[in-house]
T-cell receptor
Framework: DAGVTQSPTHLIKTRGQQVTLRCSPKSGHDTVSWYQQALGQGPQFIFQYYEEEERQRGNFPDRFSGHQFPNYSSELNVNALLLGDSALYLC?????????????FGEGSRLTVL | GQNIDQPTEMTATEGAIVQINCTYQ??????LFWYQQHAGEAPTFLSYNVLDGLEEKGRFSSFLSRSKGYSYLLLKELQMKDSASYLC??????????FGTGTRLLVSP
């Protein structure tokens, strides 16, 4: 049973470019959340998707957008990249019923902006 | 506001016991998580407490006091592989986790 998978694992972009990160949730999970983790910090909540809609959003600008597909997979898009967007981007999946607090993270996509 | 506080760094010796404390202040509290994170890797789930009390899982135990906004993670029989960052996170609202900056634990021989 595959856990949460993310792609790509590493990527390098330059300022002003756009990036798309992808996430496939754990089998059976229907809710996907995205987090940004800067070096030496804890993860920060970006937003969450359920039933193909953004359900909650953290304190991130509109440059950060996302999408959830009918198969529950999700994408995170970041436009007009800034140096400060360099971070590990983590995807977490769960069931909307939140059974026993089951929420698992993928290995992350490490984005470097030059 | 929302705030999670935990020590930045702790050191301990192999075979010893260490307790990592966490205080939290969040709206719509819905449980307290602990994750382990090795450098360059994703967080790995350790525990979830929603009711007051102690939950034990092998060498790891986690405690929660909702009235005090306080939790701790207890690691027993420390091993070198336990050297990692330990993240405390409060669930706020609908499955939104608010993380602390993490406690970096160094286990020495």
């Amino acid at each position: 049973d595959a856990g949460v998978t993310q792609s790509p694992t590493h990527l390098i972009k330059t300022r002003g470019q756009q990036v798309t990160l992808r996430c496939s949730p754990k089998s059976g999970h229907d809710t996907v959340s995205w987090y940004q983790q800067a070096l030496g910090q804890g993860p920060q909540f970006i937003f969450q998707y359920y039933e193909e809609e953004e359900r909650q959003r953290g304190n991130f600008p509109d440059r950060f957008s996302g999408h959830q597909f009918p198969n529950y997979s999700s994408e995170l898009n970041v436009n007009a990249l800034l140096l400060g967007d360099s971070a590990l981007y983590l995807c977490a999946s769960s069931l909307v019923s939140w059974e026993d607090g089951e929420l698992f993270f993928g290995e992350g996509s490490r984005l470097t902006v030059l | 506001g929302q705030n999670i506080d935990q020590p930045t760094e702790m050191t301990a010796t192999e075979g010893a016991i260490v307790q990592i404390n966490c205080t939290y202040q969040t709206s719509g509290f819905n449980g307290l998580f602990w994750y382990q994170q090795h450098a360059g890797e994703a967080p790995t789930f350790l525990s979830y407490n929603v009711l007051d009390g102690l939950e034990e899982k092998g060498r790891f135990s986690s405690f929660l006091s909702r009235s005090k906004g306080y939790s701790y993670l207890l690691l027993k029989e420390l091993q070198m592989k336990d050297s990692a960052s330990y993240l405390c996170a409060a669930a706020s609202g609908f499955q939104k986790l608010v993380f602390g900056t993490g406690t970096r634990l160094l286990v020495s021989p």
